[in-house]
């Protein structure tokens, strides 16, 4: 199986920018999809990112679209969530996960998780 581990957390200025790391280890994941998902205090997990197994198309919720960069690395088995103008409305734990080609934007479509990140933005 893949294992993962996300990092890069931290606190973040409103308007400014933030790079969470996913690092896989193990077997290699460049034949899964890799999403970024994120829980705030007292919500549900929240879809925020996914990168198909080709690096090529790149899917995003509407609430992070144009502000956030998910990327990866087939060479490193790394992939990356670029957050940029973070928002308070951004702050929350964001894990990794890896799913198979069909996986989308529900948390239960996808397999292998990272422990997550805590992502805090102040004002």
């Known amino acids: 199986q893949v294992q993962l581990r996300d990092s890069g957390g931290g606190l973040v200025q409103t308007g400014g920018s933030l790079r969470l790391s996913c690092t896989a280890s193990?077997?290699?994941?460049?034949?899964?999809?890799v999403a970024w998902f994120r829980q705030a205090p007292g919500k549900g997990r929240e879809f925020v990112a996914r990168i198909s197994r080709s690096g090529i198309t790149r899917t995003y919720a509407e609430s992070v679209e144009g502000r956030f960069t998910i990327s990866r690395d087939h060479v490193d088995n790394t992939a990356t969530l670029q957050m940029n103008s973070p928002e308070a409305a951004d702050t929350a734990v964001y894990s990794c996960a890896t799913g198979s080609p069909a996986a989308s934007d529900h948390y239960y479509e996808y397999e292998n998780w990272g422990q997550g990140t805590q992502v805090t933005v102040s004002s």
């Open positions: 193990g077997r290699t994941f460049n034949n899964y999809a």
